[in-house]
């Protein structure tokens, strides 16, 4: 069933269901825009949770949608390999897929990743609060008032790319630069960013020179509490080759920007679609942190990351062979309902909230999950503090991926202030 791009909403599932089953494939950029995927993944979890798909645009895969086969996955790296890229789609890089820390086994992984660790430590987190929280508060009260604005543009990639410069030791004027090469790094051509693959490296190359510019600055300066500084001086990192580097940066890039700027405003839209949800929170703040995690979980951010099979293994009845593709789809088992009960609902106090796997597990858990919840519980302090509602006012422009699960504009009003 590759044609599901074109599943209605309002007939979504009775299509899915009159398909064969071996037709499924959720991999649809399209299908991901459209927000109607959910079927596809209710019956597979159902009928067949290890599921083959022999042709796709990104070639032969397996679809693993249940919470727990996708634990089991996650938490064995000794079988199930990051090396050579974490999506469905291989990078189309001339020379072969970037190397960065999330892509790739112990050792090499855990010495990269502990050496960037420091800049998310409760210890920096700390530090950086009252800055986001009063950068939080001057763009809410820069708002305007009973208008249509963009919430996306306005707030949710405002606040993200201001704590990114700030991660990167970077001025605050370049701050939409990463913004803009995040977005370029998982967009596909011909969708709206990029027309097409030259494109795409031509950015690349100039994202490329900005971020060496800056670890020839670092690395003959003395070591900062930046992330750049820290790769340039970090004794397992500051002799990685140059493309080793990018990759690492292309992967801070995308890490510290699309997951927590797409939940900011996933937040706006699941509060707006679930009005009881919105008054619960209006009339008890100190539920903030339990809807942060819920709303984590409901919009799954990057909806899967996808691993390689280092030997033959029996998953869920399934006989994976050694080299075929893997691929852990977290917005599945985010509802799973033999894990998270009543998961298709938006439930800002449920019990077990932090009960999701949008953060993965094991080696690979998001070292930044810390950081995304402060953000997110920081600006719902500051909305809260000043506007009695922030109306949604018409639909959301999702992304086309099936990584990412964002979105480009999403129309906002606020009626008054407080």
């Not at 499924?24 to 209710?42: D, K, R, Y």
């Not at 986001?132 to 707030?155: H, M, N, Q, S, T």
């Not at 800056?214 to 340039?232: C, E, G, K, T, Y």
């Not at 998001?366 to 919840?373: F, H, K």
């Amino acid at each position: 069933m590759n044609n599901t791009a074109l599943l209605k909403p309002e007939t979504a599932r009775d299509e899915v269901y009159a398909a064969p089953l071996k037709d499924l494939n959720p991999a649809q950029p399209a299908l991901f825009q459209a927000n109607t995927m959910f079927s596809i993944f209710e019956r597979l979890r159902a009928e067949d949770p290890v599921h083959y798909t022999p042709e796709s645009d990104f070639g032969a895969f397996w679809s693993v949608t249940k919470y727990k086969d996708i634990m089991a996955v996650d938490t064995n790296h000794e079988v199930f390999s990051s090396e050579g890229g974490i999506t469905i789609g291989d990078q189309p890089m001339e020379e072969g897929p970037l190397p960065m820390f999330i892509a790739m086994d112990p050792p090499k992984h855990d010495i990269q990743r502990k050496t960037v660790t420091p800049a998310v430590s409760p210890m920096n987190l700390a530090r950086l609060e009252p800055l986001i929280r009063e950068r939080a508060g001057k763009i809410l009260d820069g708002l305007p008032i009973g208008e249509e604005f963009d919430w996306v543009d306005k707030v949710s990639m405002e606040l993200t790319a201001m704590t990114l410069a700030t991660l990167f030791g970077i001025p605050q004027e370049d701050r939409r630069k990463l913004t803009y090469w995040s977005d370029v790094v998982t967009a596909a051509p011909g969708q709206g960013l990029i027309d097409t693959l030259d494109q795409k490296f031509e950015i690349f190359v100039e994202y490329h020179a900005y971020f060496t510019e800056l670890w020839n600055q670092r690395v003959n300066a003395d070591p900062q509490p930046d992330l750049i500084s820290m790769l340039a001086h970090g004794e397992a990192t500051r002799n990685m080759e140059p493309r080793e580097y990018f990759g690492n940066v292309v992967l801070l890039t995308v890490g510290g920007n699309d997951t927590t700027r797409n939940t900011i405003s996933g937040s706006v839209l699941a509060l707006n679609q679930n009005p009881d949800q919105y008054k619960k929170l209006r009339e008890n703040p100190d539920l903030i942190p339990s809807m942060v995690s819920e709303t984590i979980r409901w919009q799954t951010p990057l909806a899967h990351m996808r691993r390689r099979a280092l030997q033959d293994i029996e998953l869920g009845g399934k006989q994976i062979k050694k080299g075929d593709k893997v691929v852990m789809w977290y917005v599945s088992g985010n509802r799973d309902d033999e894990v998270i009960e009543n998961p298709n609902d938006y439930i800002i106090d449920r019990p077990r909230v932090r009960n999701h796997l949008s953060f993965g597990f094991g080696i690979h858990r998001c070292v930044g999950n810390r950081l995304a919840e402060l953000q997110l519980k920081v600006i719902w302090e500051e909305i809260l503090k000043r506007f009695p509602t922030v109306e949604v006012a018409g639909e959301p422009k999702r992304s086309y991926s099936t990584f990412v699960r964002g979105y480009e504009r999403l129309p906002v009003i606020i009626p008054s202030r407080l």
